[in-house]
């Protein structure tokens, strides 16, 4: 394990507005653990894909700019907790370590920038908690154990595909220890490491729309409670679009959905508030007084 | 009749420029637009102010042995030898058409009105081109990510010249959508000056009335000798001066 | 099951070819097994299984390709890359496919024609990675 040392955020275009309930809610738990980050002073949107073009460079230059910018900051590791800039941060990183000419021709490119060499390493939230603080120790912090509660933990695809930027091994486990350590119960259930959609959701919602039902009647049928997303364009085609999706497919019941980093606030005790679970689907915020891990409002 | 002849003094030194890929001996140190003047272009478009804040005179150049693509505004670039130029008066950037009174002051109501504002992959090319240094990259990362404050304050420089949008791997209308940006910002989130207010009240109230009448009812004599005679605050003044007579004053 | 007359003045294996350089990826080591469309997500929305796209490029059939618009319906979630038993990046050839559209300047989503409604609802993540992939 190296020796802590500052660690960079790279929050991504969505956390700022729309996922503001992915955003705080990880920085406030990250703050209670005594985990120490510090967003990025200047930094451009990552293009949330990573190209795979062979000869498509331009692409590439937004994730590139991004780790200059972690450089320019003085640190060694970013950490950032939108699945998709994870991904796309990861391959980038990896092709400026890897590919030499590719590297050559960036750098060339971005001569108003420092030289970049890969110095940097990206981790996702999950990987910077396994690592800085650990399951068992995060259960001895846990103030409200989310004792009896279900949860699908829905990886999708960008945590995990392609390997070589996984945050965990073949058989993923890093989701279900997160949750067994927070007191819930990960339920398996067959669509776990499935496509929610994707930008088909936005682009071609019908078919999108089959993906976003195909993963729900899953997590149902495996008797979750709530489903556990980590992105949030999952959270767009699965939360946000779910009244849509199931009135489109019968027989789907509502599935309230969680921000993993949501579930980790709760249970660390932090104040409702910073978890803004009026951005969350509906039943979300009910489901969790419902279970008193979180104390009723006041009418 | 050579250029020395109509100028009259064997001190103007004459320096090469290409025009539109047709050279031209023009006097050294004219601005782009002198030199053009000077080799017989006339403006119609392509110039305003002529005082480097209208953006109307946008020009992009190269040096001689240079790839590079340099921009400056014509009026206030001065010409080196062998500089190739062009201008670009006018970029075909798409413009929202949006009701200003009713449209949200939100991150969203921009999205929707530009979506192709996501087209932007960091290239850059935008800030390079820019002649007036706004960091063009930075204000379009700000409005993706929903901070309008930020984009408002960083595009400020802004003369809305299109070289930006001439450049845009992404086809996105730069300087449309910040300007949108400064106007939801100035308008309707930048917090009123509760003084401001108070004095368009005191105005309505028709505190200064007589004032005004009895100013207008002066001699030109009268006027001069009380303008001449005004306290006026010392260029050396303390924290906190205050003019002695403050009659027609808040608070 | 799509039908095609193959017709060998029809195809080009040099249209193929502008497939390999855009993936990197060689087509021929297809031993056409099926397994990339098992896993496909998006099977049901293309117009032909991802292992009939496979065969048709071995064969330089991209028109037939084209016309299944199989590179505007994936997802990129990559499970046809992690599964492939012969390790072709079958992600990487379905991008190249959906780029041939595009390096020709035509769309696969236009952002104006999308409902008004949804650009303004629509996470950032959504609207970046849609255009990044389907537009030109």
């Known amino acids: 394990m190296t020796t802590p040392s500052k660690v960079s955020y790279y ?14 809610s990880a920085l406030g738990a990250l703050a209670a653990l005594g985990i120490e980050v510090e967003e990025l002073p200047r930094w451009n949107c990552c293009g949330a894909v990573f190209s795979l073009a062979d000869d498509d460079l331009i692409r590439h230059v937004a994730p590139v700019r991004d780790l200059i910018r972690v450089t320019q900051q003085g640190a060694t590791q970013v950490v950032t907790i939108c699945s998709q800039c994870y991904n796309t941060l990861a391959r980038a990183n990896l092709l400026m370590r890897e590919d030499e000419e590719k590297r050559k021709t960036l750098n060339l490119f971005m001569e108003e920038e420092p030289d970049y060499a890969g110095e940097v390493e990206v981790l996702h939230y999950l990987t910077l908690l396994r690592e800085r603080v650990g399951w068992d120790a995060l259960r001895e912090k846990v103030k409200v154990p989310l004792d009896g509660l279900k949860v699908a933990t829905f990886y999708g695809c960008t945590l995990l595909r392609p390997q070589v930027v996984a945050i965990d091994g073949p058989n993923p486990q890093v989701f279900e220890d997160f949750l067994r350590a927070l007191g819930a119960t990960p339920v398996p259930f067959s669509a776990a490491q499935e496509c929610c959609g994707a930008y088909q959701g936005l682009v ?53 959905t969680f921000y993993f980093t949501q579930l980790l606030a709760v249970a660390l005790g932090l104040e409702p508030a910073v978890c803004h679970f009026e951005l969350n689907g509906e039943g979300a915020l009910k489901l969790l007084e419902d279970k008193e891990y979180v104390a009723a409002a006041t009418a | 009749m050579s250029a020395a002849q109509t100028i009259g003094t064997p001190q103007v030194k ?17 601005t782009i637009m002198k030199a053009m003047e000077y080799a017989g272009y006339q403006f119609i478009r392509g110039c305003g102010c002529r005082g480097g804040v209208c953006g109307a005179c946008s020009t992009v150049y190269r040096k001689k042995g240079d790839y590079k693509i340099y921009s400056g505004l014509a009026c206030q670039t001065v010409i080196e030898p062998n500089m190739h130029l062009t201008q670009l008066p006018f970029f075909p950037a798409l413009r929202a058409i949006y009701d200003y009174a009713a449209i949200e002051a939100t991150a969203d109501a921009i999205q929707e009105l530009y979506p192709e504002l996501f087209r932007c992959v960091a290239c850059n090319a935008c800030t390079k081109i820019c002649p007036m240094d706004v960091q063009v990259l930075d204000y379009v990362s700000a409005l993706k990510r929903g901070d309008i404050a930020a984009a408002a304050v960083i595009s400020f420089d802004c003369i809305q010249c299109g070289l930006c949008a001439s450049r845009c791997f992404g086809e996105i209308p730069q300087y449309h959508i910040a300007q949108l940006a400064r106007r939801l910002h100035g308008g309707k989130i930048k917090p009123r000056s509760p003084h401001l207010a108070e004095m368009v009240e005191s105005i309505a109230e028709g505190k200064y009335d007589e004032m005004l009448v009895g100013l207008k009812a002066l001699t030109r004599e009268q006027l001069t000798e009380a303008y001449t005679k005004r306290e006026m605050e010392p260029a050396m003044s303390p924290e906190g001066w205050t003019p002695s007579n403050r009659e027609g004053l808040l608070g | 099951m799509a039908i095609v007359n193959f017709s060998p003045r029809a195809a080009s294996l040099a249209k193929v070819e502008k497939i390999g350089q855009l993936s990197g990826e060689n087509v021929q080591l297809c031993m056409q097994c099926g397994t990339c469309s098992a896993v496909c997500p998006m099977a049901e929305a293309m117009g032909a299984s991802t292992r009939q796209v496979m065969h048709w490029l071995q064969l330089g059939l991209t028109d037939e390709v084209l016309e299944a618009r199989v590179g505007e319906f994936c997802a990129a979630c990559h499970t046809c890359t992690v599964r492939c038993p012969r390790g072709i990046d079958v992600a990487r050839v379905l991008e190249a496919v959906r780029l041939l559209p595009l390096r020709q300047n035509r769309d696969l989503v236009r952002p104006g024609e999308l409902d008004p409604e949804v650009r303004k609802r629509a996470p950032q993540i959504a609207l970046v990675s849609a255009f990044r992939k389907l537009t030109a």
């Open chain 1, 11 to 24: 929050p991504g275009c969505t956390l700022k507005t729309k996922a503001r309930n992915l955003e705080e």
């Open chain 1, 204 to 256: 071609h919602p019908v078919e999108g729309g089959r993906r976003a039902a195909t993963v729900l009647e899953s997590a149902q049928r495996a008797g979750a409670e709530a489903l556990v997303l980590s992105c949030p364009l999952c959270d767009y085609n699965l939360g946000a679009r779910q009244p849509e999706v199931r009135a489109a497919h019968s027989g789907i019941e509502p599935v309230p």
């Open chain 2, 14 to 30: 004459l320096i090469p420029i290409f025009i539109m890929g047709k050279r031209y001996e023009v006097p050294a140190e004219l």
